[in-house]
């Protein structure tokens, strides 16, 4: 069974692809798989309860993105932490502890968003911040065993985004 959240029923737009994730790894490639259809500009909203996921999945998305070897703290306490990649900077925000929405501006969320990629934990901080042409990545803990489940849905263009989306 797949963990299945309400929140995550209502989020689900058309086009939403749901990926069952049996360990780490199985996080891990998935991210892989989304980092090709990345570009400038796009925001990834990391959604998902503590322990979910999250910076699996950025890590593993950063590290495709970059040379590879890359260390990838969680942003936890820093808040952001950026990356160069070739065609554009990547932004890891962990916005737990941000205190309101508009103090994601002294984290540089503004430029993150006009030409980098933001990979975003905790992206309802934002609140209505959040451009609507984002893509959802809802990580779910699942009911029987210590996997994960997987909803990818977004507006814009992500709908015929992810139907490339190869994730084996
Ligand atoms: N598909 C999966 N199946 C089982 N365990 C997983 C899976 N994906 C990640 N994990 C594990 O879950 C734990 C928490 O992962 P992670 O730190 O990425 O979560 P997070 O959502 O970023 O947490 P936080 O809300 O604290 O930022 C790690 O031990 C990680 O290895
Ligand atoms: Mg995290």
């Keep these: ?12 737009k058309s086009g939403a692809l749901t990926v069952a994730l049996a360990d780490p790894d199985a996080t891990a490639r998935l991210a892989v798989a989304l980092a090709p259809l990345l570009r400038p500009g796009d925001v990834v909203a990391l959604r998902g309860e503590l322990g979910s996921g999250k910076t699996t999945f950025a890590r593993a998305l ?16 820093t808040l952001v932490q950026t990356y160069a990649a070739p065609a554009f900077e ?7 502890r941000l205190q309101k929405p508009e103090d994601a ?4 969320i503004e430029d993150a968003m006009a030409d980098g990629v933001a990979l975003i934990e905790w992206p309802e901080r934002l609140g209505l911040w959040l451009p609507a042409g984002c893509l959802d990545v809802w990580l779910a803990y699942v009911d029987t065993g210590t996997g994960r489940s997987a909803i990818l849905s977004g507006g ?9 989306l190869d994730h084996g």
């Design 1 to 12: 069974m797949l963990g299945y959240k309400p929140q995550m029923a209502v989020a689900a």
């Design 62 to 77: 950063i590290r495709a993105l970059t040379a590879g070897d890359e260390e990838v703290p969680s942003p936890t306490f």
């Design 90 to 96: 990547i932004w890891h925000f962990d916005l737990y």
């Design 105 to 108: 501006v002294e984290l540089g």
């Design 156 to 164: 814009g263009d992500w709908p015929e985004r992810l139907r490339t």
